[in-house]
């Protein structure tokens, strides 16, 4: 069973930065296409980006295009997403997500969380 735990949310006043990291244990990271999703209050989950398991390209949502950056360590099996010029609206639960090579579309694997709050 694949674990993923995120850290690094916390406070930070609009125009900061942050960066946020997803440890995944029990499977083969390597293999995984890792994605980053975040809910704000009183909305549905959103997609913010991935990277992927062979070749770690990159994909953002055009919302963050731009003030995010995704990177992966396989060695530390290591997800990162590094947010920069935050917003209020940026503000929400950070998840990251595992997508095993091979099983389609689907995020097969959710961690539980990271807050982010971003005041103005």
């Known amino acids: 069973q694949v674990q993923l735990i995120e850290s690094g949310g916390g406070l930070v006043q609009a125009g900061g930065s942050l960066l946020l990291s997803c440890a995944a244990s029990g499977g083969t990271f390597s293999l995984y296409t890792m994605g980053w999703f975040r809910q704000a209050p009183g909305k549905e989950r959103e997609f913010v980006g991935h990277?992927?398991?062979?070749?770690?390209?990159?994909y953002y949502a055009d919302s963050m295009k731009g003030r995010v950056t995704i990177s992966r360590d396989n060695a530390k099996n290591t997800v990162y997403l590094q947010m920069n010029s935050l917003k209020p609206e940026d503000t929400g639960v950070y998840y990251c997500?595992?997508?095993?090579?091979?099983?389609?579309?689907?995020?097969?694997?959710w961690g539980q969380g990271t807050q982010v709050t971003v005041s103005s």
């Open positions: 990277i992927t398991w062979m070749t770690s390209s990159t």
């Open positions: 997500a595992a997508r095993p090579a091979g099983s389609g579309t689907a995020y097969n694997y």
